[in-house]
């Protein structure tokens, strides 16, 4: 919860909109090392060590704010940029600085390629109810 008790941060003005512009937010960068494959789906989850992310100096608003909300339930990125109000890509590059910190985990959605054919599924069901 943030000081006016509202749960918005100190960091947005209800008339001008956000003070500080995403591209601050990620210090310029557009990517960061662990965002290779951070696809919309792919969910992120507070890792079990971490106790409380507003201790630590390092991490700005946004990143704690993400790593409060994934501790409550895992989230998809596009959850989280929808929650936070910020760009795919913003919320990408901070989900890569918390996974390098070790903070958070993603796990990726299973590639279409790996999935089981329906056909074969289908054909264990048949099988099962001939049984």
């Known amino acids: 919860m943030s000081p006016d008790g509202q749960g918005r941060s100190h960091w947005f003005d209800d008339e001008a909109g956000p003070v500080v512009r995403p591209y601050a937010m990620t210090r310029g960068r557009t990517t960061s090392a662990a965002q290779h494959r951070l696809d919309l ?57 918390l996974v390098h910190e070790e903070l958070v985990h993603v796990n990726r959605p299973v590639p279409p390629a790996e999935l089981v054919d329906e056909s074969i599924l289908r054909d264990v069901i048949n099988g099962l109810r001939a049984l």
Request: proline residues 9%.
């Open 41 to 97: 789906i792919a969910v992120v989850v507070t890792e079990p060590h971490v106790d409380d992310p507003e201790a630590d100096q390092m991490l700005s608003p946004e990143h704690v704010d993400i790593v409060e909300l994934c501790r409550e339930a895992p989230q998809s990125v596009a959850e989280l940029a929808a929650e936070l109000d910020l760009p795919i890509g913003v919320v990408r590059v901070l989900i890569g600085d």
